[in-house]
């Protein structure tokens, strides 16, 4: 069965550079979740998003922004990286008709800010 | 508030050894679910099990097992046997309310020692 997608899997950037990670949600997933995992951390709720509206909001700096296309698939785009932006950023799918609550977690993309 | 803890950081036992994974969940939802997930090096997240609020019964599965207990807040994994594939950090969650974001344990590294 299709899985989350993300890409790129891994990315170097500089600080002050801008990075973009996509997510591509399982088929039929209207929802789509970001989360970010810093070294030795828990996963943190970045943002989510049902049929391209933004749904809830964590602790998602302001540098970064993100949206849900029409195809549903969904873009974190990161500005000014600091050296703390370093981490593993999951993105999740859901569908929104299954009371079921369950996630499915992408492979993660891990961003390294030199 | 939703919170989810994992008191034990880290724990070490020799192969063959069972061990428990203790997790302690606060949620003032009266529906909610609770996950487990694997962690192993290569970073992906591995979903284990997904046990709704309704639902107390145990469940086993191959070597592992979990014991949902309401009265105590408690989802605890056991891993009978243990072995070094086992290896990783599992994470213990949260998802109740709207349902739009999970809320992770800080995690329990396990060390499986041939």
């Known amino acids: 069965a299709a899985g989350v997608i993300q890409s790129p899997r891994h990315l170097i950037k500089e600080k002050r550079e801008t990075a973009t990670l996509k997510c591509y949600p399982i088929p039929r997933h209207d929802t789509v979740y970001w989360y970010q995992q810093g070294p030795g951390q828990d996963p943190q709720f970045l943002i989510s998003f049902y049929e391209k509206m933004q749904s809830d909001k964590g602790s998602i700096p302001d540098r970064f922004s993100a949206q849900q296309f029409s195809d549903y698939h969904s873009e974190l785009n990161m500005s000014s990286l600091e050296l703390g932006d370093s981490a593993l950023y999951f993105c999740?799918?859901?569908?929104?008709?299954?009371?079921?609550?369950?996630?499915?977690f992408g492979e993660g993309s891990r961003l390294t800010v030199l | 508030a939703q919170k989810v803890t994992q008191a034990q950081t880290e724990i070490s036992v020799v192969e063959k050894e069972d061990v428990t994974l203790d997790c302690v969940y606060e949620t003032r939802d009266t529906t909610y679910y609770l996950f487990w997930y694997k962690q192993p090096p290569s970073g992906e997240l591995v979903f284990l099990i997904r046990?709704?609020?309704?639902?107390?019964q145990n469940e086993i599965s191959g070597r592992y097992s979990w014991n949902f207990q309401k009265s105590t807040s408690s989802f605890n994994f056991t891993i009978t046997a243990s072995q070094v594939v086992d290896s990783a950090v599992y994470f213990c969650?949260?998802?109740?309310?709207?349902?739009?974001?999970?809320?992770f344990g800080s995690g329990t590294k396990l060390n499986v020692k041939p």
């Open positions: 046990r709704n609020s309704f639902d107390e």
């Open positions: 969650a949260l998802n109740g309310g709207n349902f739009n974001k999970f809320y």
């Open positions: 999740a799918s859901s569908f929104s008709g299954e009371v079921a609550g369950e996630l499915f």
